[in-house]
């Protein structure tokens, strides 16, 4: 079993429509928790951090149930710069290394 | 731009053969990791230097080896490279373990 699991996607969608992504980590001592946007053959780039109460940055909500151990992105109102690879990932271990999740391609 | 450079951008080698990848970290960043990501994956934690030590390693042979200098510039070293190497290596620099990590632009490396 994978540490980081996301939706396989693809997603395509149209232009003002609302798309949610959703992850599962399975180590329950992760200690930070991220979305990562990564354009095609670009490197990966921080969209947002996740927080128990969760978040948001304008059209960008996410949220995390440590609980559950369940992470979520929702992206309202789909602009076509929007369109990439979405990179669920958690922090862990005493290097606090990156994890991250096989990604959600996304196409407006 | 995040100011992390890493070099060369792609690299063809032969199986069998040694690579050096290199990575200047962001000014004012001791901490360096490199992360390999294969095509349709997601990056995965090679290892970590700190002030010039290795802080941390993931499930990769010793093969892949890295060194961090004094100013904090970084290389990642591939001995006896396998057709499975061919990826997309990432350098990230951090002022600490704790803060945003930055993704250098990443070496695209080909084994035939």
């Known amino acids: 079993r994978k540490e980081v699991e996301q939706d396989p996607g693809p997603f395509n969608v149209p232009e003002g429509a609302t798309v949610a992504f959703n992850c599962t980590y399975s180590?329950?001592?992760?200690?930070?928790f991220f979305w990562y946007r990564q354009d095609c053959r670009k490197e990966p780039k921080l969209l947002m951090s996740v927080y128990s109460s969760g978040n948001e940055d304008g059209r960008f909500t996410a949220q995390l149930n440590r609980a559950s151990q369940y992470i979520s992105l929702l992206i309202r109102d789909s602009k076509l710069s929007d369109s990439a690879t979405y990179l669920c990932v958690v922090s862990s271990g005493s290097a606090r290394q990156l994890t991250f999740g096989s990604g959600t391609q996304l196409t407006v | 731009e995040t100011g992390v450079t890493q070099s060369p951008t792609h690299l063809i080698k032969t199986r069998g053969q040694q690579v050096t990848l290199r990575c200047s970290s962001q000014s004012g960043h001791n901490t360096v990791s490199w992360y390999q990501q294969a095509l349709g994956q997601g990056p995965q934690f090679i290892f970590q230097?700190?002030?010039?030590?290795?802080?941390g390693r993931g499930n990769f042979p010793p093969r892949f080896s890295g060194l961090q200098f004094p100013n904090y510039s970084s290389e990642l070293n591939v001995n006896a490279l396998e057709l499975d190497d061919s990826a997309l290596y990432l350098c990230a620099s951090s002022s600490d373990s704790y803060t945003e990590a930055f993704f250098g632009q990443g070496t695209r490396l080909t084994v035939v």
């Open positions: 230097y700190y002030r010039e030590e290795e802080n």
């Open positions: 180590n329950s001592a992760s200690q930070s």
